[in-house]
């Protein structure tokens, strides 16, 4: 594990970043003075800071040219905690992807949208519209607290849910930053009209508790060094896991009383998916239980949690600098008793829950206040117009002509939210003839996969994720249906390096780039995102994907647990475990699979008769369907005579052997 963590009386080398954020006098240097440069990109210095306002400069890697400047642009991803987009922000972000942008909108895995392809150029007047038009970006990139999460569902009528929505708001407001520089560089100081914080929050973020704040700093929280590595929230309701929170920083759980008044909050800690390939003292993991406090406590612990990371996290190598590596080098018992110091008295031990499921609320759904909401599968995230899908254009049309809400889930997808029960047939009819499926017709395999962008633009890209996933999934859909389990799907989740963006580690099939056209292969999460995958495969060629994943199907359905709920295909690969499946493989001959579908019976309500499946050569195959098409007859009939005459001629003593 890591040797040697810092502690806050020691004095060890900082990084090299951990100099800039200090030098940079609350993120305004150098980014402040390149930004009147009349240049095509950043500094790396300024790239740096850039991020804390939301920002990441990229270069389309498609356009790279030997001697020449690259093609450089940048990517702004909003802050909305819990992923509320207001009707207005909504057509604004619509309006700047086609004026400045690459003409789409990205969905996050963090319940934010994405804008790619800003010139520097541009990139003032952009983010000023987001600002003046109830939205911001400021720390949505950086290293302090991104955008809270929370589950999308406006469920008006489950006051756990309003709960979850308005203190993900909150503790956003409490962790935000409270430099003047996002106003003085992208508003030339003109601070915009936003809503009154709650005052609360403005009590809480002063009150300083046994250490938790900087004195005589302009960000009494985070200080002069910020955090040492981004930090991560959600705040969810008891069974709700479509925000995967274990894979958070720090999870806070809603815990109400009989009759629905907030009590307090369960409190998880130090969950993470970043790691670097061939460094095994870098992981990812699931985040521990810590405990339990009182609505009144909240946002004391919260701070408590902050200031220890803040205070003893790794500054000195980036690669370590998240709080799950602190909670891991401690052991959870360490790491609550520093907390507790900070927060001034012992946190009560974590309450009882119900098993979490993961839910993405996906098609039509009652919000219980006598409206609607509509939940869009949206391929990867990525809203555009591409043929005779025409998501953008969709979407554009119904925010302007209902001024609904959004919000973005934790997978990529879009709800309409607020919609009256009148406007239901013809909304749906909109989205008919802009080609957007309904929940129905979305493959469940492509419901419940993600991608992160990758290629072309993320320049940590090691090979390709959303641009192969879909065809991905047609390859196992394929697969799947070859080895007879064509009903059945899991969840995929695909990046095109080890960081985790779009959490694969967490998936019952993870595909993480480990080299140009190879992935690593995780196998094992659970369908319910609360159990880690393990490493299956390191180096997994994309054109052998068939060879690689045929065997492992085959196993799952000679040898999973049947029942009323039959065993899952990441509980099947984790009960068996690595060893079992690469035994298996090893000596997988693929006529495993022609007697396995020889075997198997299903059946079917056709007259209620029993229905036998056969597997054929392909040739053979293909002169069957030629006869079918001939005669006019279905291939099961054409087939049963045929073997029927054979048996008889056989009893007759026609055929030998």
Not at 162 to 167: L, R, S, T
Not at 309 to 323: L, S
Not at 589 to 604: V, Y
């Amino acid at each position: 594990m890591v040797s040697s963590l810092p502690t806050k009386s020691s004095s060890p080398t900082r990084s090299k970043l951990e100099g800039l954020k200090q030098r940079s006098h609350y993120l305004r240097s150098p980014l402040q003075e390149e930004l009147r440069l009349e240049t095509h990109h950043f500094s790396g210095d300024a790239v740096q800071i850039l991020k804390f306002h939301g920002s990441y400069q990229q270069d389309n890697r498609d356009n790279r040219v030997k001697g020449q400047e690259k093609d450089y642009s940048m990517m702004l991803r909003t802050r909305c905690p819990g992923g509320f987009i207001p009707p207005e922000l909504y057509l604004t972000l619509d309006h700047l992807a086609d004026t400045y942008g690459n003409g789409t909108l990205r969905a996050t895995t963090r319940q934010a949208f994405q804008l790619h392809g800003i010139l520097k150029s541009n990139l003032k007047a952009t983010l000023a519209a987001i600002i003046r038009n109830m939205g911001s970006t400021l720390g949505a990139c950086g290293d302090l607290n991104r955008n809270v999460m929370t589950p999308p569902a406006p469920l008006r009528h489950r006051p756990a849910y309003e709960i979850a929505k308005d203190y993900a708001n909150r503790i956003a407001d409490l962790l935000t930053p409270q430099t003047g520089a996002y106003y003085e560089i992208w508003l030339d100081g003109e601070k915009a009209i936003s809503a009154e914080e709650h005052p609360e929050i403005k009590a809480a973020r002063l009150k300083n508790t046994h250490g938790t704040n900087i004195e005589q700093s302009e960000e009494p929280i985070y200080g002069e060094h910020y955090m040492p590595r981004k930090f991560k929230i959600a705040v969810t309701v008891p069974g709700d896991n479509s925000i995967d929170l274990y894979t958070q920083d720090l999870g806070l759980i809603v815990i109400t009383t009989p009759d629905d008044k907030l009590k307090g909050f369960n409190i998880t800690v130090g969950g993470g998916m970043g790691r670097t390939h061939n460094k095994e003292d870098t992981f990812a993991r699931v985040a521990d239980h810590l405990g339990y406090v009182d609505r009144d406590d909240i946002y004391d612990v919260v701070k408590a949690i902050v200031a220890t990371q803040r205070d003893y996290g790794d500054r000195t190598q980036r690669r370590y600098a998240r709080m799950k590596y602190l909670v891991h080098d401690w052991g959870i018992a360490k790491f609550k008793q520093k907390v507790e110091e900070y927060f001034g008295k012992p946190i009560q031990p974590f309450k009882p829950l119900p098993q979490f499921e993961y839910l993405d609320y996906l098609g039509w759904h009652e919000q219980g206040d006598g409206k609607l909401f509509l939940g869009i599968s949206v391929e990867n995230g990525r809203v555009k117009d591409e043929g005779n899908f025409q998501l953008k254009s969709a979407l554009k049309t119904i925010v302007e002509q209902y001024r609904l809400p959004l919000y973005l889930t934790g997978s990529q997808d879009i709800i309409l939210s607020d919609i009256q029960p009148q406007d239901r047939l013809s909304l749906q009819a909109l989205l008919n003839r802009h080609g957007v499926k309904s929940i129905d017709d979305v493959d469940p395999l492509n419901r419940f996969a993600m991608a992160c962008p990758a290629l072309p633009t993320c320049g940590l890209a090691i090979t390709e994720s959303e641009r192969v996933l879909p065809s991905v999934l047609d390859r196992i859909k394929a697969l799947l249906q070859k080895v007879g389990l064509e009903n059945e799907h899991f969840v995929t989740r695909m990046t095109g390096c080890p960081n985790g963006c779009a959490r694969p580690y967490m998936a019952e099939l993870g595909f993480v780039g480990q080299t140009p056209g190879c992935y690593q292969l995780w196998l094992g999460g659970s369908p319910n995102q609360t159990r880690l995958a393990f490493p299956f495969m390191e180096k997994a060629e994309a054109a052998q994907l068939e060879t690689v994943l045929e065997p492992l199907f085959v196993y799952f359905k000679q040898a999973r647990i049947k029942g009323k709920r039959p065993e899952s295909f990441g509980d099947f690969c984790y009960r068996i475990g690595k060893d079992g499946l690469l035994e298996f493989s090893a000596h997988y001959d693929p006529s495993m699979l022609n007697a396995l579908n020889q075997l198997s019976r299903t059946k079917r309500s056709d007259k209620g008769r029993v229905r036998y499946r056969v597997n054929l050569r392909e040739d053979v195959f293909r002169q069957l369907k030629e006869s079918a098409h001939t005669q006019g007859r279905t291939l099961a009939d054409i087939a049963s005579d045929a073997i029927d005459a054979y048996l008889k001629a056989k009893a007759d003593g026609e055929f030998e052997g």
